[in-house]
């Protein structure tokens, strides 16, 4: 098996029930057809999804005010200290603590 199909295994195993019918449904529009999401599709979605989270950030979401998923994708994509790349502490995952983020400086 090889790296790639590891990383969409992993990704359609992530996926809850109702998220894998949802992209069977956006594969269905974009393919034209019956289809299933395939691995290569999935990771897109996937990625876009990211993106998505990632602009919703930077824009001003709070971390506690994300939805489960969204902080799952990211938890999943980053590692379990996503939140520190934003100025968050693990704590504003669940409350509203941090006001004003400062991200950390990338060395």
Request: charged content about 25%; some cysteine; overall charge negative.
């Amino acid at each position: 098996m090889t790296y790639e199909e590891k990383l969409q295994n992993m990704a359609v195993e992530g996926l809850d029930a109702g998220a894998k019918m949802a992209y069977q449904d956006i594969a269905s529009v974009l393919c034209g057809g019956e289809g299933s999401v395939v691995g290569s599709e999935l990771l897109d979605l996937k990625e876009e999804k990211v993106a998505f989270v990632i602009r919703q950030i930077k824009d001003g979401l709070h971390p506690s005010l994300m939805d489960p998923g969204e902080q799952k994708i990211m938890f999943e994509t980053f590692g379990q200290e996503w939140y520190l790349d934003y100025g968050y502490i693990r704590e504003d995952c669940f409350a509203l603590i941090t006001i004003d983020p400062i991200p950390p400086v990338k060395k």
